[in-house]
């Protein structure tokens, strides 16, 4: 399984972006993938995660409302819109593959692609 992050850039505030994590060989593997976030100095967060069997979705509360997943299986990419964003939600953020993915939380992380550095700054 190899996962590769990218879409990451600079916005200004109330701005958006689009994550993509292209994941080859999870949905053989018979994963799930979901996105995480890094800050200087922070603990890694979860935020959102997609089942690749039944499209279930999941997101922390900091995020809920302002973004969204979605998979792509022709692609095997999973995309994350990010809506309205914030400085805090400045971070590099990364995909996972991950077992399973519920609508109650995320469970154990297995392959991690690089992150992408997302700045949120006017």
């Known amino acids: 399984v190899q996962l590769q992050a990218s879409g990451g850039g600079m916005v200004q505030p109330g701005g958006s972006l689009r994550l993509a994590c292209a994941a080859s060989?999870?949905?053989?593997?018979?994963?799930?993938i979901g996105w995480f976030r890094q800050a200087p100095e922070k603990e890694r967060q979860e935020l959102s995660c997609?089942?690749?069997?039944?499209?279930?979705?999941y997101y922390t509360d900091s995020v809920k409302d302002r973004f969204t997943i979605s998979l792509d299986n022709a692609k095997n990419t999973v995309y994350l819109q990010m809506n309205s964003l914030k400085p805090e939600d400045t971070a590099i953020y990364y995909c996972?593959?991950?077992?399973?993915?519920?609508?109650?939380?995320?469970?154990?992380?297995?392959?991690w692609g690089q992150g992408t550095q997302v700045t949120v700054s006017s």
């Open positions: 060989g999870f949905a053989e593997d018979g994963s799930d």
């Open positions: 997609i089942s690749s069997r039944d499209r279930t979705t």
């Open positions: 996972a593959t991950l077992w399973p993915c519920g609508a109650n939380g995320m469970g154990s992380t297995s392959y």
